[in-house]
């Protein structure tokens, strides 16, 4: 049994300290032996199943648990309570495919056993010998669920332990992912959707590039991916290039973003670039050419596979942030408490997040200050390049801020644009452990970085981004779970039912109301995001305010104008920057491109904010910090009854709806006058529920929460001040 | 003439954070609009520091070109002006303004750099340490002993006590409509919460100080102890500092009681009295067994007995549980803030930025306080009586009594309130201020000088950010409240108890810090503020949600991100001023066809019906 002052840790520890002890479960044998079902999914299917289970909860530290059935589905592991469980319906925030008690089998990231009070790892050769009597999952999601299963019949033990081991952790097909089962109808609101642009045509291309002024030219040839299967169906590339055919292995520069000065931001996938291969350097020296050409003969290219870290660095440091908050009780939660910044530290992961942003803002800082074409390189050119040019594009411009802009973007630059998403997150459990990488997930934490420091910019919330970043591990959705346009594009022509003609459509991620009702997604929309006042085009100047931060700054805040000059010159200059460029790969030392961003960033923060101009993060230790929505949301020790920054939330919800409805209610009386009414239906900005919410709401919700506070245990531990000084009086006298 | 003056009072107050800090080139700097403030002195042409207006009873004492070696620019050329309130420095190379505006009282230590022979690019001048988590550097021409003058009278100055001078809050002319001396009346006070009643008396025992002389003069006693009974037990306590309430709960009658250690020394000295006034206290609501707070670490209350202090024992005291908070003294205290300024002035650490900052310990510190007064608050009201003490009960006591109370008595969450907590908890009680600070006193080094005070006010911060909806005031109230804890411009914070503060006659001869705050309340007003008046605070007192007071400590540094005002509380302003005008227009179209549908308009605007006076400040947001 825990006690909470002792502070934790004895001698001969247990790795697994149980909350109670079987014996102290009375079980209750009149109970109504009711067959529960699970609703299903249509197209799911249940594998097992086993009853009593009991599961463990840790609302209001009551430590206690619920008995119910375990499920396990194509779809999900599920527990069903013998409980009523009224919360659910009541719950403003509801998945529709998932509940509190669902864990997509995509979504379970590792599964721990509990054999005599020892807790072990879950791996294919465990599953043979012994069952355990716990198990605890871990989540993807960061959701940490433990089950007995003691009470259970050896047989139904060893069915459903074998069966969830099996469906979670065995390597499988990507057939026998629920999506090419699910069998969902697909919803009627479709506009949501058709309003993200998808990039899958022609025609989404050329939008982009007349929205952006680019002058670059759309390659219709990868139709059928004869081009290359590695690119997407459909992409942009610099106007000079020419005779695709003979380039289409080596990589070519793809267009991601044009800045109004006419400069662009490319990426390519290269080998790195010390090899010293005479053709290829010849492919090297025409691409690199091709993109100068783009405006003004300027180019930078950056290999980011050697500035930034690898993959496996990424996997690694999150293999390694993430444990901090998969926390299985109080005692463990109370000892992580002692050195938890130097732990977060010693992940790495805010390091990796602020080198990102930093890359990034060196990209901007080119495009935007300098006006110089810039073209990002890795192996790959579908992993760092993507998270560096789609943060970079958030910076630059306003339109990827908004809801539907970021959606877009996430389309263009990782979907259609090719992140191997199969791959990364590891949805089919490959051993091989090389190719895993929660690549888009950092990116994520990126935005987030940005949204947390600049909120008023974004239209969306961070709930949104929390919602997104669970998304990926919701096996429905088509978005997350191929490695190409050329993967997606074959295996759904290959998996469509015969009889009908068409191909299988999963429904994208980006049709949220597969999930979520019209209410829930409220919640993705930031209440804070200023927007644009419409009319400011009729009164914008012809020349902008220098006070104000711009997409472009003003030019004399800085040293180097504007490149100009004639052909000539430039070509030459160019030849001997390309090789300087080749050797130095970007500006100089990595002390004093510190220093330069930091000037850049410093010039920017000068000028008064404009949230639809230039958006930059700070970088400073204080400023990055850990996504707390995300990361701590389960954990009820760091529930704020009553606080966060949800409870000012509220009550700018409750001001807007009121202002909403004054509004409504002076238009209703203008409409009588005039002719002029707008019909679109207003955003209802509110929480429902004017209850003392939690800091974790809208995900956890903590039942019959008491008043009881909570106290830290363990506290001793931490400060082991060593010096003398703490054994001095406080008075000399 | 005074008419100008005071006029000119109220726009520096306007912005009184900004004040000090190093503007230019940055226009968004921490918490003001420099430039509108800048404008409007220029348009008051106060005299004699060109842009800055001078506090009434303020004098220039010397002028000097100098050169302000700025850690986050370049070196910046200017002219310093030394009054006897502040130090002053304008630049005069570049148009962008660099201005610095010191008072002196927050000035720690004056040093010497490099002598007349150092070579180097402004090696020759003087380094300041200021107590505001800041130092700050200036370089003079080396030739003719050019800083001798300019040393002398920043050291006089900033020193007045070590000169026989007077602090400045005794020069001050300054005039508030409001007088802050009556905002604490302590008969009023404890009669709010409910005192004196059956089990509780206000004695007057203490009038002359003769109890004890770092005591107030009112005190509340249990009813069944006589004043024979407080002055037994005061020989058993450390530096007579008795059991009194601090906080008495109206339903459950528990109370907070605070006093200083007792006097158990090596031999485990028992006394009688105390033992049965412990009871006295611990019966008064029917407790049964009174809950001690010992808010230093275990080992430390230990070694306390040999100086003849120590803990309440077991046997001694049956009906009593002691519980030791782990709370470390006011050296470590002081070690770590040091540690502190280390890591973020003038540069934020950065590579090991979170490491760092646990090594220097402040948050843990934070947490254990935290923790501590959660505890307390916690057993009050469960309906447990209970005693805090530390060693002499000025400090960490201090600390824990006034955040518990903050948990408990949403009063205390007031600006108001807030205001009578700090008066009673802090100053009343004695906690040293003089001593801790170190007000005028060129003792850099003094061992009794301590953030015990900065820390309480941190953790109050850390409250109001787990709860920004609970507490009436804002974060420029803590941040005006530390900046005048050193200023000296107040009698606030002066002196160390209230017997020493009567006898220099604080009350009469100085301005009280809340004539400043209460004569323009809106500056400190929460707009987010929601009075839940039964409800008990209870914050997580762990790592996960503490964080460093960014604004406070790294202020100075204009890269870190200082949002002149939070993005949420712009916005939330700006619909107020949305909601007041379309109210307003709804009224005129109602005035003008008077239509029936006045009933729904008195509907939708009840829950937070706007005050005719949010009207008028609201209208005024630019939106």
Redesign the interface.
Known sequence: MLSLGTGGAKSSKPSFVSYVTPEEIKLDKDLPKKEKHPDLLPGEVVFCSANPILKYTQDDLSQRGVFGTLFCTNFRVTFLSDELTLEETSKTFKNKLYGENDIPLMCVDHIYGVYDEKRKLITGSLVKNKYPSKIIIHCKDLRVFQFCLTFTKEEDTKKIFQGIAHHCLEEKSLKCIFAFSYAGTPSPEMQRKRETIMFESPEDWTQEMKRTKAKCRLVTENENFELSQRLPKYFVIPSALEDLFSYQEKGLPIWCWSHHSGCALFKASFPPMTQEEGDFQMHLDTMINAVAHNYLYSVKTEDLSESLPTILDIQQSYNKFKQFFLIDNSTE??LS??????S???SGW?DIIRQCLHKAVEVVECIDKDNTNVLVTEEEGTDLCCVISSLAQIMLDPYYRTLMGFQSLVQKEWVAGCHAFLDRCNHLHQKDKECHSPVFLLFLECVWQLVH????AFQFSETYLTVLSDSVHVPVFSTFLFNSAHHRESVMKAESPPAQSGTLSCPTVWDWSVQFDSKAQNFFFN??Y?EKVKHEKTVRKPHKPKHQRQLSLPSSAFKTPPKKGFFKEETDSLKKMLRVKRISRWMGSPDSLVAAT?EF??SW?????DYHGLLLP?L????VHVW?QRY?RW?P?????????M???T??M???S??Q???N??EQ?DASQAAKFDHRPHRLFSFGSSGRLS?SFPFAYSRNRS??????TG??Q??M?T?N????????S | MTFLLCLSVAVEEANPVMASAPIA????SPLGNSSSQNASRESLKMEPLADVAVLPGEERVIDKEIIYICPFNSAVKGKVSITNYRLYFKNTDSETPVTLNVPLGVINRVEKMGGASSRGENSYGLEITCKDMRNLRFALKQEGHSRRDIFEILFKYAFPLSHGMQLFAFLSQEKYEENGWNVYEPLEEYRRQGLPNSEWRVTFINKNYELCDTYPTILVVPYKATDEDLRRVATFRSRCRIPVLSWFHKENHAVITRCSQPLVGMSGKRNKDDERYLDVIREANGTTKLTIYDAR?N??AV??KA?GGGYEGDDAYQNAELVFL?I?????MR?SLKKLKDIVYPN???S????S??ST?W???I??VL?GA??V??KV?SGSSVMVH???GW?RTAQLTSLSMLMLDSYYRTLGGFQVLLEKEWIGFGHKFASRIGHGDKNHAD??RSPIFLQFIDCVWQMTK?????FEFNERLLVVILDHLYSCRFGTFLYNCESARESNNVRVKTVSLWSLINSDTSLYINP?Y?PESS???????????LE?W?TYY?RWN????HQQQS??E???KE??A??DQ??K??EE?QLSDSAP?ST??TN??T??AATPNQHITHLQTPF
């Open positions: 939660f109370w408490d002692v050195k938890w910044f130097s977060l530290e010693s805010l420091q600049h909120s008023p209440p804070l200023s930091r960033y410093e923060q000068q000028r008064p904010l700070c400073d230790g204080p400023a707390m701590v954990i020790e760091v529930h704020i009854q009553g606080g966060g920054s409870a000012v939330m009550k700018l409750e001001l807007l009121q202002v409805d004054l509004k209610l002076l009386r800091s008043f009881k506070p909570i106290i830290p506290l001793m931490s400060l001040v010096d000084l703490s054994s001095q009086e406080d008075e000399a | 080139p940055y226009n968004s670490p080992v430390n070694a306390n100086t782990d470390h003294n006011i050296h470590v070690e934020v650490e950065e090991h930025w979170l490491s900052l646990e310990h948050l843990e510190h947490k254990l923790s959660i505890q608050a916690d009201s530390c060693s002499d400090d061992q009794d787990q709860f920004p909806t609970a987010f929601t409800r008990v605070l209870y914050p997580v007192a762990s790592m996960r949600h460093l960014v790294i204009p890269r870190i991100q993005p949420v712009q916005r939330y619909l107020l949305l909601r379309y109210l227009k709804l179209l549908s729904h308009l939708s605007s829950p937070n």
